[in-house]
């Protein structure tokens, strides 16, 4: 069962405008999620992370937001840039170091 | 040093082969992972050691036997796999162990992976 879920998996955004990410979990449980941004045959690599005691998180071009009641965050990546162009994971874990990674959605920043 | 290294970068292997897959942190960290990733799928968690012992093992087929040699190293070893178990094999380390932390000590690095293909 799948407790991480994006259920878009690509989205193609022109280069400047804002691309927004949606995650949505089951688990009532979790309590800190990441988002990890991979590139084609490399591993992901760490992107941002929210704690359940926050409702939103920045650092530069990229915000994490969180809703609780919904069980959903996203991630708003503005402005949106060729080179951020990838496959985005969100990742969420209870208290301790299992994570449960989502599906995917692939960015694609049109240029 | 703050990545994690995996070699080799690929592998191609028969079914009646023995291989070992490597992977290594210096940033000691207290927790290491196996992840394995299909095509167009989530990594799925196949291993965790915590402080050099094995803390999880999500049902995974034993020809796939891990082993962490020190808090720095781990290994993946194969054996009789299947054409089906090829897949991209992610390491992965993060600073805190367990149950014990949570949040941002539990942040994962990543390594490159080894795609690993079972003729």
């Known amino acids: 069962d799948q407790q991480v879920k994006q259920n878009s998996p690509s989205l193609s955004v022109q280069e400047g405008r804002i691309s927004i990410l949606n995650c949505d979990y089951t688990n009532s449980m979790f309590d800190y999620f990441l988002w990890y941004k991979k590139y084609p045959a490399e591993g992901p690599t760490f992107l941002i992370s929210?704690?359940?005691?926050?409702d939103k998180n920045e650092d530069g071009r990229f915000t994490v937001f969180l809703n609780k009641s919904a069980k959903h965050l996203s991630l708003h990546i503005v402005p949106s840039q060729p080179g951020d162009s990838a496959v985005y994971f969100c990742?969420?874990?209870?208290?301790?170091?299992?994570?449960?990674f989502g599906t995917g959605t692939s960015l694609t920043v049109i240029p | 040093d703050t990545e994690v290294t995996q070699t080799p970068k690929h592998l191609v292997m028969g079914m009646t082969n023995k291989k070992s897959l490597k992977c290594e942190q210096h940033?000691?960290?207290?927790?290491m992972y196996w992840y394995k990733q299909k095509a167009k799928k989530p990594p799925e968690l196949m291993f965790v050691?915590?402080?050099?012992?094995?803390?999880i093992n999500e049902s995974v087929p034993s020809r796939f036997s891990p082993e962490c040699p020190n808090s720095s190293l781990l290994n993946l070893h194969l054996h009789a796999l299947q054409p089906e178990d090829s897949a991209l094999y992610l390491c992965?380390?993060?600073?805190?162990?367990?149950?014990?932390?949570?949040?941002?000590?539990?942040?994962?690095?990543f390594g490159p992976g080894t795609r690993l293909t079972v003729l």
């Open positions: 990742a969420a874990s209870a208290f301790g170091n299992q994570f449960y």
């Open positions: 940033m000691g960290h207290r927790a």
């Open positions: 992965a380390s993060s600073p805190g162990a367990g149950l014990e932390t949570s949040g941002s000590y539990n942040e994962q690095f």
């Open positions: 050691y915590s402080y050099e012992k094995l803390s």
């Open positions: 929210i704690s359940s005691i926050k």
